[in-house]
């Protein structure tokens, strides 16, 4: 065995014409001496060999499966912040695994294996995927040629070898030899690359002019939606017979009225140049102070602050004008953990607290005094949104999942798993009948409240590069907007699925968005540059920037008065020098 | 990898294990690698979701909670703890920490007590222009070479303008000769062009004969001016009336818009090209000239067919007129042209919004006088028919079948006509009550109508002069000056120079007495309030109510003294002021009137009316002296100090003067003495 190697070793050198490197290995292995039968005339290709090696070695079709969902598995739980990086080098893998069962003749366990694990490439090679299927040579022959090229950063690559050396995967070795290249890349370079290939694509949209997009979706978002016409989710019939001569009355009532209100307003179509923005700015508290809520009414303002203590300022606004005074601020304290989100009823009754001890609190603003508490989550809940009849809300935490609550239950009703990591924010949909997660996993999912599936995913490759931070649903309950960590922001459209439009303009977290009220096309908002920004799809981005004050938050009143707040941020001037 | 076997090997010094072998340092490394890996990953979460951009001590706390690990304890340092190499070791690092004393920590002074969390508002922008203030991001600043290069583009374009003004003047007498030519219908244009021309004339000597280097200067210094206004004027936009939920009241019941923008935009415009000056003034450039020619032709034929046109030109006073904002805008416009060797233009745009609401208060408030004039009609028409009538009657005795049937059918009709009439006019009264009370309500209360205070004053100080025989719509313009008074927030310091003057009128004019039905007292009772109002107010101006009153009494005595109408206002001014002026100026004064006014009324000779004002304003005066009266001799009884010592006159003069009509001013002793037995 070990001579056989050394042969072929030896060969090897000489054929690659390494000729001191094969004068040494003579020297210090001296096997000339133990082998006997030195065969010079047979040429023997040495990974011809290994491959041979490899195949009698009894690769079953189990073991292509074992490998494959083991990786998986380990990608699951590794890192969270590397996750999507290593799910890219489990893509090639999966087609290879895929091409070498059929090549060996395993042709049901091939279609198995596929079928089984299809689910976890669809968001990103959905089309690629289907093509595999139609066009098996092709692909094939492309894979198998063309070195698959993968981006990696330095430690989750070597993770990963850790990891197969561990466990010693021989298949996902050999394939990750022969078919990957591995671009290793410091995560800086990573970045620049990112934004060159970002470049590139935009050029090319611009020669192409149309992009193209298939007819094909994710069976994910196949499912049906009802948006247009407005239904309780708690009312048993639900669904609506669409021949019903009844609906159809309403219907054409409901576009008339749509018809009219254009008709009014397009003359004094919102125009962002020219907003009004009022800003609210606190002092004293920045790295204290985590979430502002405001209610567009103007009537209190709240902050959550890390101390796990909230305040509630109260504003008396007088009819004979003579200004608005400020009542002094209501201390509520209760929480052990600081509080992460807030939000106020419709009615400016109550409000709901989100903290890092896992609870929600509900407080009366009247009272100011704690009515109930809501434990379930594990970990920090990161935040909360009521539904505008202010009976339910639901919450989204680090363990992963999204919740909804009645506020007279003191468990949840509803819990919506399914993120791969922690749900950042959560937001109802404008007519209750689903709601919106973002994740670290750089994904949006859309769930249906009344049976707590996933509806939507929306991910697509030149989604979000960063983690989902803020979410809004346009008036009309048809987009779903959601911005991102690296400043990206990406409104999608709910019906289809798919990416409306991604604008990048931010150079900071956005930290919140929200629709101005009529129009489906128009958004703010806030992020952690400074900068307030008003999109519109038919114009350039207007920017106001602050003296130094992050936004927290951005809220249109209904009089489209854009309300906005941050605490203020001492300039480091020794920073600057 | 994150740490050596080397440091490994250290850190297992500390807690005791001496001799780790290389692979094992190796092994732990990794895994030490990836816990920490994952509790940064973790602690972000944190520091993510308190919008924070620093990790803190506290992150790494929760995120070991989150894991079920026991938190960190210790005393926690606002300062970054610092890494200190070892001396004499390239590679072994610690942390500078100092032993701290539980006995000085326990008796060290408290910390200061952290600031209160507060929060103010602002605008951060509006309709889409950030106000300079100080609470949003400064601007860039010119550099000098900056300026140096813009000063050279101004000289250039200097020599430019001179240039191209001469050229333009000739164009526009061209086009002045073909519009001479044609008729009276075109005749106020030709004053127009006239006084334009003038003004171009003014304008071009200047720019000619002055030196060059003297106008930069005062150009600089005008844009400097217009800066600043500009700067205050956003600044009244984004400080006085900081209030979002105003917005919504702002807006007019009648015109109810789902739109935002209230306030009104202020851009300022550095006009490069002559072509723009050009356009701003009015004057057409070359390659306008043929347009031009073609338009004025064609205007020229309409107007004879336009009745409209006709009415415009004919009836200057027309109110309505007069009322629309393009009036100001032009009257702007002629301010503009008088600088013309500005080269800074401030345009100020108004929103929809604002226009309409200007219109309607603008309308509403001059409808009074419309009234009025529509109510005398109807009298005059029931006089003129009534004398028709009898001469009917009369002339019907010869003509008797064929006239009295006419007549009675008429006088049946018309009558029923007059009372139609009569009812629509006692409507259209009612409602324009309603509809008045509502506007000055919303004037003395919107914060929003900041951007139309000097149209609202032009207006007023315009209309004071033209409504000068009207006395019901002089008091609607008081009533609408005493709510843009009461506004608080709006500050008329600014305009207290146009404001005080057309208040004044009303307080002092001789001509107001024309209508002998019409109450002109109450009007200048009002007016003099107004003036108290104001002082009051900008009290803080210290040369204000002197400059006021100083008019009042040269009107009331001396060389210049003026009429008995306007003494009266004087008197009725001064009694609002204050009991302080009615001391320090009237009561020093007050023989010589009085003696002046018993004089006319003694006088037989004189004619009736005459005798009635003087009465009026004895009875003033009376009343003003009494005002202080009372006090003085309340406070004599009450306290031993007297609150006026430097009275002019005592209560025994004044009763020789006036007799027992001051007596029910004096504080009697019967009063007292009822008083402190209760």
């Known amino acids: ?168 995967f021989v298949l996902i070795l050999k394939t990750l030899n022969q078919f990957i290249n591995v671009l290793i890349l410091p995560v800086k370079e990573r970045k620049k690359l990112a934004k060159r290939r970002e470049k590139r694509e935009q050029e090319q949209k611009k020669q192409e002019l149309t992009s193209f997009e298939s007819d094909n979706v994710l069976s994910y978002n196949q499912q049906g939606i ?131 001890d896992g609870t929600v609190r509900h407080w009366s603003l009247d009272l100011g005094k704690s009515l109930v508490c809501y434990k379930g989550h594990y970990g920090a ?48 949909h404008t007519k209750n009948q689903y709601l919106a997660t973002g994740s670290s996993d750089k994904t949006v999912r859309l769930w249906d409240i009344r049976d707590g599936k996933a509806v939507r995913l929306f991910k697509t490759q030149d989604g979000h590069d960063g983690f989902i931070t803020a979410l809004a649903f346009s008036h009309n309950g048809n987009t779903l907007t959601s911005g991102a960590n690296d400043g990206s922001i990406i409104t999608w459209d709910i019906r289809t699925g798919k990416k409306r439009k991604k604008f990048k303009d931010h150079s900071g ?23 307030i920004k008003i999109w519109d799809y038919q114009e350039s981005p207007k920017s106001y920037q602050t003296k130094n004050t992050p936004i927290y938050r951005v809220m249109f009143t209904p009089e489209n008065i854009l309300l906005a707040t941050g605490p203020y941020k001492k300039i480091d001037f020794k920073k600057q020098k | 990898m994150f740490l050596s076997t080397d440091s490994i090997k250290n850190i297992g010094h500390t807690v005791g294990v001496y001799s780790l072998k290389e692979t094992v340092a190796a092994e732990l490394s990794s895994d030490v690698e990836y816990r920490l890996r994952e509790l940064i990953q973790d602690a972000l979460k944190f520091t993510k979701h308190s919008r924070r951009t620093r990790l803190t001590q506290e992150d790494i706390n929760s995120a070991l909670d989150l894991h079920g690990k026991y938190k960190i304890l210790g005393h926690v340092k606002k300062e970054t703890p610092k890494f200190q190499r070892v001396i004499g070791d390239q590679e072994l690092f610690y942390l500078d920490e100092k032993i701290f004393e539980l006995e000085e920590v326990i008796n060290a002074p408290l910390p200061l007590y952290p600031r209160n969390v507060s929060f103010s508002g602002h605008w951060l922008a509006v309709d889409g222009i950030q106000p300079r203030t100080l609470s949003n991001p400064q601007f860039q600043k010119v550099t000098k070479k900056q300026k140096k290069q813009q000063d050279q583009q101004q000289l250039k374009l200097e020599e430019e303008e001179t240039q191209q003004a001469k050229e333009t003047e000739s164009i526009q007498e061209n086009v002045n000769e073909n519009a001479t030519g044609n008729g009276n219908g075109n005749g106020n244009r030709n004053q127009e062009d006239k006084q334009q021309e003038q003004k171009t004339k003014q304008s071009n000597y200047l720019l000619e004969d002055l030196p ?56 300022l415009k550095r006009e490069d090209g002559i072509n723009n000056i050009l356009s701003n003034l009015n004057i057409p450039s070359q390659l306008d000239l043929k347009l031009l020619k ?17 009415g415009n030109s004919t009836k200057e006073k027309n109110p309505r007129d007069d009322s629309k904002l393009k009036s100001v805008h032009e009257e702007e416009q002629n301010l503009v042209k008088m600088e013309k060797e500005k080269e800074v233009v401030i345009r100020h745009v108004l929103t929809q919004e604002l226009q309409l609401y200007y219109d309607q208060v603008i309308k509403i408030v001059l409808t009074t006088s419309e009234n009025e004039k529509l109510e005398k009609d109807l009298i005059e028409m029931e006089k003129g028919r009534e004398q028709e009538n009898s001469y009917f009657s009369t002339s019907s005795s010869s003509f008797p079948s064929f006239a009295s049937s006419s007549t009675t059918t008429t006088n049946q009709f018309g009558n029923k006509q007059w009372e139609n009439k009569l009812k629509i006019m006692k409507e259209k009264k009612e409602y324009h009550q309603k509809c008045l009370q509502i506007i000055l309500n919303d004037l003395s209360q919107n914060s929003g109508i900041i951007q139309l205070v000097p149209y609202f004053i032009q207006f007023i100080a315009s209309k004071v002069r033209i409504y000068f025989n009207q006395i019901s719509q002089l008091i609607t313009l008081m009533k609408a000056t005493e709510a843009l008074v009461m506004n608080p927030s709006i500050k008329l310091e600014r305009y207290l120079h146009q404001l005080i003057p057309s208040i004044m009128t009303c307080a002092l004019s001789v001509d107001l007495e024309r209508d002998v039905n019409e109450d002109h007292w109450e009007m200048r009772e009002y007016a003099a309030q107004i003036i108290a109002k104001i002082c009051s107010k900008y009290r803080r101006f210290p040369a204000l109510q002197p400059n006021i009153t100083s008019v009042l009494v040269a009107a009331l005595v001396g060389k210049n003294k003026r009429p008995l109408a306007s003494q009266y206002g004087a008197i009725v001014c001064l009694q609002a002021l204050g009991k302080n002026t009615i001391n320090m100026l009237l009561l020093p004064n007050i023989e010589e009137l009085l003696s002046q006014f018993e004089k006319i009324i003694n006088q037989d000779k004189q004619k009736q009316q005459k005798k009635i004002h003087a009465i009026r304003c004895k009875t003033a005066l009376i009343n003003a002296i009494g005002n202080i009266l009372f006090d003085q001799t309340f406070t004599q009884f009450s306290s031993e100090s007297k609150p006026f010592n430097s009275l002019h006159l005592n209560v025994s003069n004044l009763y020789d003067l006036f007799g027992n009509r001051i007596s029910p001013f004096v504080y009697s002793d019967k009063y007292y003495h009822t008083q402190s037995l209760l």
């Open chain 2, 212 to 267: 060059l280097k003297r106008i930069r200067r005062r150009r600089r210094k005008q844009q400097e001016s217009c800066e600043t206004n500009q700067i205050e004027l956003e600044e009244a936009t984004s400080t006085q009336q900081f209030d979002p939920r105003a917005r919504k009241n702002t807006l007019l019941s009648d015109v109810n818009l789902g739109t935002s923008t209230i306030t009104a935009k202020i851009t």
């Open chain 1, 381 to 428: 809940v990161w935040d909360v949104d009521f539904f505008t009849d202010n009976y339910y809300f639901a919450t989204a935490g680090i363990d992963k999942t999204a919740r909804l609550w009645a506020l007279d239950y003191s468990h949840a009703i509803r819990i919506f798993a399914g993120h791969y990591s922690e749900v950042n924010c959560v937001k109802i």
């Open chain 2, 294 to 310: 073609q338009k004025v032709q064609i205007e020229e034929q309409q107007q004879p067919n336009d009745p409209k046109n006709k």
């Open chain 1, 226 to 356: 009802q948006i247009g016409i407005e239904t309780s989710f708690y009312a048993e019939e639900a669904e609506i017979n669409e021949n019903d001569p009844e609906n159809e009355k309403e219907k054409n009532q409901f576009s008339d009225l749509v018809v009219l209100d254009v008709d009014e307003f397009e003359n004094l179509r919102y125009q962002p140049r020219k907003a009004s923005i009022a800003f609210y700015t606190f002092f004293h508290c920045y790295e204290k102070l985590n979430t502002i809520e405001l209610n567009p009414e103007l009537t209190y303002i709240a902050a959550g602050f890390s101390d796990s203590t909230i305040k509630y300022w109260k504003t008396n606004y007088k009819e004979n004008g003579s200004g608005n005074s400020i009542e002094k601020p209501v201390l509520l304290s209760g929480h052990s953990g600081s509080i992460y989100s807030l939000k106020i009823n419709s009615k400016n009754t109550s409000m709901l607290s989100a903290s890092g």
């Open chain 1, 509 to 531: 977290s956005i930290n919140s968005l929200d629709y101005i009220k009529r129009n489906e096309e128009v958004f703010a908002s806030g992020s952690n540059d400074n900068t």
């Open chain 1, 1 to 168: 065995m070990n001579n056989s190697i050394n042969w072929l070793v030896f060969n090897y050198l000489q054929t690659k014409g390494y000729k001191r490197a094969s004068e040494n290995f003579l020297h210090e292995s001296d096997f000339m001496n133990n082998v006997p039968k030195f065969r010079t005339n047979r040429d023997v290709n040495v990974i011809e060999y290994l491959h041979s090696r490899n195949t009698t070695s009894k690769n079953s079709a189990e073991d292509y499966q074992k490998s494959y969902s083991s990786a998986h598995l380990w990608i699951m739980e590794t890192l969270e912040i590397y996750r999507d990086e290593l799910f890219e080098l489990l893509y090639p893998l999966f087609v290879h695994f895929y091409f070498d069962l059929k090549v060996k003749g395993f042709n049901e366990e091939a279609n198995n294996f596929f079928e089984n694990n299809k689910s976890h490439h669809e968001a990103l090679h959905f089309e690629e995927l289907n093509l595999i299927k139609k066009k098996e040579e092709e692909i094939r022959e492309k894979f198998r040629t063309e070195k698959y090229t993968v981006e990696l950063s330095d430690y989750p690559f070597t993770m990963f070898i850790n990891f197969i050396q561990q466990s010693n």
